[in-house]
């Protein structure tokens, strides 16, 4: 749950219990706070799962009321208030206002909703969110806690070293916190509320709190107010309504010169004139330590961990109130070293000594250049970012603070505005957040508009020694997640090839096919030796992992959403090795085809010369049975050595095996890891003559132009190039595909073709030629993956 991340389209209207002034088309009980904290009555919350709500219900709950709520969806938070009594509906019915007492709204709701039409109908009060917070803290000694960055963390800091302190108090704050179990809780033992306050719609001035503590003033939610000046008079609101001590941030200049002048205020920071200040600052990795200096007075150390010179600054806000409130340094200092992370700030969300994942809510450019300098300093090697910018209103207000923001990021990878619940801007994305950040001077920046890719393009990037950050309001968190989850399986893959081999997320297949199409591998994983190999495929066996081998992807249409599970390129070690014994060549299948048909001529060995005209490597001969030049694979095989499911070892000889045109099936389930070819001792000159008449055919009917391969099976009735030549098919083409005008049964690439332009042509071809031919063409192109 997050105040500010609400959305407002209810009126803007004054709290009813300030007065006859109040003019309300509202029903509303005359004593709220008495309402809310001293009887007993039947609330219902519209909106209950939004962010804020569900602290409200919380509250409430604990205050003894009979709570219900609706919402369009159930979240964890509605599963939790369930247990506790919540009476949740998954839809907003009218007749909930009938047997309500009271509707609390969150702002996200707008006017028309079914149960606020009703409640006005039976005359029944209605409240805003905030004027019931406002009310429920107006029954006991409210400290508020302001400002534009920091104020969840702090409001839970604050709510902690009270608690630890002995002050029992109540709180409500802006997320869940580990450390304070939930994010609002009611103790009726304690005197103090301490809430976090949110600036973002004007309702922080709903407020009469004892204490307000001010982290810093700043240009935010221009969509709501017009300017700084405006932003400011909210605050000078506050102040005015606050009956004890303003404690305000001395480093911030505008919470300063808004604060300096009052009688009541306690400044804090590292400015000399500070009331309370931090010496002797030391930033280290995840922790800071810092000595307090109370005008004059050395009041001891104080160790925080959590990271970054802004809690420092938040941290000293606290020391300075708890201790006004009595709480002895000491005290206040032992609870801080306890003190973690609230979720989404700065969560650990993986570590190894390889990565460093976390996940930032920071979403306003001087929360991600704070963000930005504490993950620089935690020392990894690379910061690499992935950025949701957080409504279309703020992205276009402050898009050039956002240019500069990213300057500490060593890659950003930027994605599509999240509107929370704000209508697009038109010309409003993500691209014009690149665009800045490049505009800046930055060269690492790429715009992901797709969300779920953006996990994809960061996960590509990662090199050992790389912290990967996620930062906004929205949900791209999802998106650290999943590259986590896929990163705990990437280690382990790592681990089973060794130093030698390689393992890469989300591999763009596209790198590794001749035709230059296809979407990612999950997992691309290189082993170098067959041990790593098998061990592999019993990994994969036992984590219920896709397996798939890929060579040198010539005869391969990867869709364009690529492949699940582990793509496995045998290559480099001893899958590329070619040995000569007599006239028999041993072949790894990383191996070219190519190369045996050279080493063979190397040797003197002759019959292997049409391989020359084959682009795949060994594994992709053997699986298909490839040919060229009226031979194919198995005609030279001997033996062929393999692992089977279970990554055990076999040898065949080729009168063992079962092999058709363009297919071997033993390979559909096993795996080949290398050949033993035999020719037959010839001269250099018929060799050299052989493979220079493959050269020939290949260079006078075959495009040079990207492709994969023949694409069709021949039929029996024709060969199917010479099929698509007569149907008048040559150069039909969908998007960059297009048949090749050199060869009928060749698809090229013109350049950015996707998989489903060349699937699409596929299919247009197989339909005209059974539509005017009767023929059934068969592909012999292998396609695999997920559609894009
Ligand atoms: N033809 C046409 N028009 C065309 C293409 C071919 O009339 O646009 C005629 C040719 O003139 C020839 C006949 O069709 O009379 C067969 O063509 P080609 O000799 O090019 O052989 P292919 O059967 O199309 C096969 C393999 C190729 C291999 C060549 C060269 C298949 C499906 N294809 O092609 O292998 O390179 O022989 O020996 O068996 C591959 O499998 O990926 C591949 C390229």
Redesign the pocket.
């Given at each position: 749950m997050k105040p500010v991340s609400e959305e407002r389209s209810a009126p803007e209207q004054p709290p009813p219990w300030t007065g006859p002034a109040a003019k309300s088309e509202r029903a509303v009980p005359l004593d709220l706070p008495g309402f809310l904290t001293r009887e007993h009555h039947r609330v219902h919350l519209v909106g209950v799962a939004g962010s804020g709500m569900s602290g409200i219900a919380a509250l409430l709950i604990e205050l003894g009321h009979t709570v219900s709520g609706s919402d369009k969806v159930s979240t964890t938070e509605t599963d939790r208030l369930q247990r506790l009594g919540l009476r949740f509906r998954e839809q907003h019915r009218p007749e909930e206002a009938g047997t309500a007492d009271l509707i609390v709204f969150s702002s996200a709701i707008k006017n028309d909703n079914p149960i606020l039409v009703s409640a006005r109908n039976y005359g029944k009060p209605i409240v805003r969110r905030a004027e019931a917070l406002a009310a429920i803290m107006r029954s006991k000694r409210g400290i508020v806690i302001a400002g534009m960055h920091g104020k969840t963390t702090t409001s839970a800091m604050t709510a902690h070293v009270l608690r630890e302190g002995g002050l029992h108090p109540c709180h409500y704050v802006g997320a869940e916190i580990p450390v304070l179990g939930t994010n609002a809780h009611w103790d009726s033992r304690g005197q103090y509320f301490v809430a976090e306050g949110d600036e973002s719609d004007g309702t922080v001035a709903l407020f009469r709190p004892e204490h307000t503590l001010i982290l810093n003033i700043e240009e935010e939610h221009l969509d709501f107010y017009a300017d700084l000046d405006a932003i400011e008079k909210v605050f000078a609101q506050l102040i005015t309504q606050t009956a004890g001590t303003v404690f305000y941030n001395l480093d911030d200049k505008n919470a300063a010169r808004v604060c300096r002048s009052l009688a009541r205020g306690i400044s804090y920071g590292f400015a000399d004139e500070a009331d309370y200040r931090a010496v002797d600052i030391r930033l280290t990795g995840f922790a800071s330590t810092f000595r307090v200096d109370h005008r004059g007075q050395d009041l001891g150390e104080a160790v925080l961990n959590v990271p970054g010179q802004h809690n420092v600054h938040n941290a000293l806000g606290v020391i300075a109130l708890a201790s006004e409130l009595g709480i002895a340094f000491e005290k206040i200092a032992k609870s801080l070293a306890k003190f973690e992370h609230a979720r989404r700030r700065f969560e650990i969300k993986y570590d190894s000594p390889r990565f460093l994942l976390v996940d930032d809510y920071g979403h306003h450019p001087t929360e991600i250049r704070a963000t930005l300098k504490a993950a620089r300093s935690v020392g990894r090697k690379r910061v690499l970012t992935m950025f949701q910018p957080h409504r279309y209103s703020r992205t276009k207000a402050l898009r050039k603070e956002f240019g500069r923001a990213f300057d500490d990021a060593d890659r950003v990878v930027v994605t599509d505005v999240y509107g929370s619940s704000e209508a697009p801007i038109p010309g409003v994305t993500g691209q014009i957040i690149a665009d800045e950040i490049v505009g800046h001077g930055h060269r690492g920046v790429s715009y992901q508009p797709r969300l779920e890719w953006v996990h994809r393009a960061v996960g590509n990037m990662l090199e050992s020694g790389d912290l990967v950050l996620s930062l906004g309001a929205g949900n791209i968190h999802e998106q650290l997640s999943a590259l986590a989850a896929d990163l705990v399986i990437a280690e382990k893959l790592k681990e089973l090839v060794g130093e030698g081999g390689d393992v890469r997320l989300y591999e763009p297949l596209s790198k590794h096919t001749t035709l230059r199409v296809g979407g990612p591998a999950q997992f691309w994983v290189e082993p170098r030796t067959e041990k790593a190999f098998a061990e592999l495929i019993r990994f994969c066996g036992d984590e219920n992992l896709p397996l798939f081998v890929m060579g040198r992807g010539?005869?391969l249409l990867v869709r364009d959403g690529g492949v699940r599970g582990v793509v496995v390129h045998p290559c480099g070690g001893d899958f590329d090795k070619i040995e000569i014994d007599g006239v028999e060549i041993t072949a790894g299948v990383g191996a070219k085809l190519k190369e045996v048909a050279y080493a063979g001529k190397a040797a003197g060995i002759g019959g292997m010369e049409?391989m020359e005209?084959?682009p795949g490597a060994v594994g992709g001969g053997l699986r298909?049975n490839?040919?060229?030049?009226?031979a194919q694979t198995f005609e030279n095989v001997v033996r062929v050595r393999y692992l089977d499911a279970n990554g055990e070892a076999h040898t065949k000889s080729r009168d063992e095996l079962e092999v058709h045109y363009?297919d071997f099936p033993l390979l559909e389930k096993n795996f080949a890891v290398s050949a033993v070819f035999r020719g037959q001792p010839a001269p250099l000159e018929e060799i050299v003559r052989k493979l220079e008449a493959?050269q020939e055919?290949?260079r006078t009917?075959?495009p040079a132009a990207k492709s994969?391969?023949?694409i069709?099976?021949?039929p029996d009735s024709c060969?199917?190039?010479?099929l698509?030549?007569?149907l008048g098919l040559?150069n039909a083409h969908v998007g960059k595909a297009r048949v090749?005008e050199?060869?009928?049964?060749?698809i090229v690439n013109d350049g950015g073709a996707t998989a489903a332009d060349m699937l699409e042509l596929i299919e247009k071809i197989k339909a005209t030629a059974l539509a005017k031919r009767g023929i059934e063409l068969e592909t012999?192109?292998q396609i695999v993956g997920e559609p894009g």
């Open positions: 010539s005869n049409w005209g084959i298909m490839a040919g060229a030049m009226g363009r493959s055919k290949r009917s075959q994969a391969g023949c069709f099976k021949n060969p199917a190039g010479k698509v030549d007569e040559k090749s050199v060869h009928g049964n060749f012999e192109v």
